[in-house]
């Protein structure tokens, strides 16, 4: 269950080294599943693959410290921000298996040299039938209709 899987632009993944970022929504994780559903957790994170070495080494995660609370079933994205030298995380379905709770989208930006967050806002769906599928970063002077 990982989504936008894409080579960092952090890195310039050229030659056999490249680098991954993706988010991991943190069901069946080493193809088990937790005993209770409050130790699931999502994280964003990010690989070194050494093509010629056949080898994959993980060098940074956000997420995982905050357990449930930052857990999404389902969707959910982290994109590398050039401009910023930070990622953007949307764990995008907050409390979805907590019916009790309102489901929520957690948007993070954070510095990966030091897990510093710049950023950070929840934004509440609407009802429980409203599920988010993932959120981006636009800039207004590069985007225009």
Sequence with gaps: TQHTAWLTPRYDNKG?????S???????????????????????????????????EQTWQFGKERGFD???????????????????????NVNLLRPDKTIKMVLVEIDPKTNEIKFEMD?????RDDVAYRAMVIDPEVFSY
């Design 16 to 20: 056999s080294i490249k680098h991954l």
């Design 22 to 56: 993706v988010f991991d929504n943190g069901d069946a994780r080493g193809m088990e599943q937790p005993a209770f559903k409050e130790d699931k957790y999502s994280r964003a994170v990010e690989y070194k693959i050494d093509e010629k070495k056949g080898t994959v």
């Design 70 to 92: 930052f857990y999404s079933a389902v969707t959910s994205n982290v994109e590398w921000q050039k401009d910023k030298s930070t990622y953007f995380i949307s764990s995008s």
């Design 123 to 127: 934004v509440d769906s609407a009802s």
